[in-house]
């Protein structure tokens, strides 16, 4: 089992960059395909982005793409994404979570392990 902390959020003005980090625990985070999700108020969690288990290969939701980039630092256990040009629309709870060990990288919801989630703040 894996435990997700994220870190990073806070309010930015528009156009402006933010870094999300997500640390995880124990010793097999090479084990873990890994995403990005995002809640706003009133809405369902979205997908934003994934990774594969070695970092070769990443995934985006068309409303970040380009302005986003999410990386991975297996020797460090940590996930990181790197958010910029933000907007206002971008402002939601960001989540971090990771798949089952083995399992492939997804867009889907359907990840096993959530961290508990930091709050983005973009304002216009």
């Known amino acids: 089992q894996v435990q997700l902390v994220e870190s990073g959020g806070g309010l930015v003005q528009a156009g402006g960059s933010l870094r999300l980090d997500c640390a995880a625990s124990?010793?097999?985070?090479?084990?873990?395909?890994m995403g990005w999700f995002r809640q706003a108020p009133g809405k369902e969690r979205e997908f934003v982005a994934a990774i594969s288990r070695s970092g070769g290969s990443t995934y985006y939701a068309d409303s970040v793409k380009g302005r986003f980039t999410i990386s991975r630092d297996n020797a460090k256990n940590t996930m990181y994404l790197q958010m910029n040009s933000l907007k206002p629309e971008d402002t939601a709870v960001y989540y971090c979570a990771a798949r089952s060990p083995g399992t492939p990288v997804t867009s889907t919801p359907r990840y096993d392990y959530w961290g508990q989630g930091t709050q983005v703040t973009v304002s216009s």
């Open positions: 124990g010793r097999t985070f090479t084990s873990y395909a």
